[in-house]
């Protein structure tokens, strides 16, 4: 008889189950949950935080080009402006102040598009004449440039108490 035929077959062990998992495995799926919830909790905050720019640009597309827009361009940016910075930052500043407010929330890329735009809405309320259609139009762009570009996460420098005595 051959020896090799009574020799059995050689068993193979089980596979390793995928349950229960190794302790590993359970802190991957932690960090994955926690970070998920970060993500949507950021993503909430900043539709939130930009909920106030998004109705301020709804309301300037229903904005009237016409000789009353400078009033009411001004009114929406001092509320826009009210809502993300701190009321010394944009309620007393006006002119000059308001002008420079205006331009230091924006890049300096924009900065140079809307300067102009800024400047003669600005300094509309103080004009014995209403602007004309060519300088409304500037003016319109450089509110919607600001409306949609101005960074507001970060607040610009102050408008000190002796700046605004200054302009009274």
């Known amino acids: 008889m051959d020896p090799l035929a009574q ?24 960090l994955v949950i926690v970070l998920l919830c ?5 993503i909430i905050r900043h539709i ?6 998004r109705e ?6 229903n904005l009237s080009v016409d000789a009353h827009y400078p009033a009411k361009a001004n009114q929406l940016l001092k509320r826009v402006t ?16 308001w002008q420079q407010l205006l331009l230091s929330c924006l890049a300096d890329k924009h900065q ?11 300094l509309s309320p103080y004009q014995a004449t209403s602007p ?7 003016m319109h ?3 919607g440039l600001w409306l949609q570009k101005a960074r507001l996460k970060k607040a610009p420098e102050p408008v000190t108490t002796t700046e605004v005595n200054h302009n009274v």
């Open 112 to 122: 140079a598009i809307a300067k102009s735009g800024v400047e003669a809405l600005c």
């Open 7 to 30: 020799l059995k077959d050689i068993h193979t062990p089980q596979g390793v189950d995928w349950w229960p998992l190794a302790w590993g495995w359970w802190i991957a799926a932690l």
């Open 141 to 143: 762009k450089a509110v």
């Open 38 to 42: 970060g993500l949507v909790y950021l």
């Open 82 to 97: 009210l809502h993300y910075f701190d009321a010394g930052y944009s309620a007393a500043a006006y002119g000059s102040a």
């Open 48 to 53: 939130r935080f930009n909920q106030a720019r």
């Open 56 to 61: 301020a640009v709804a309301l300037h597309k």
């Open 132 to 138: 004309e259609g060519e300088q409304l139009t500037e």
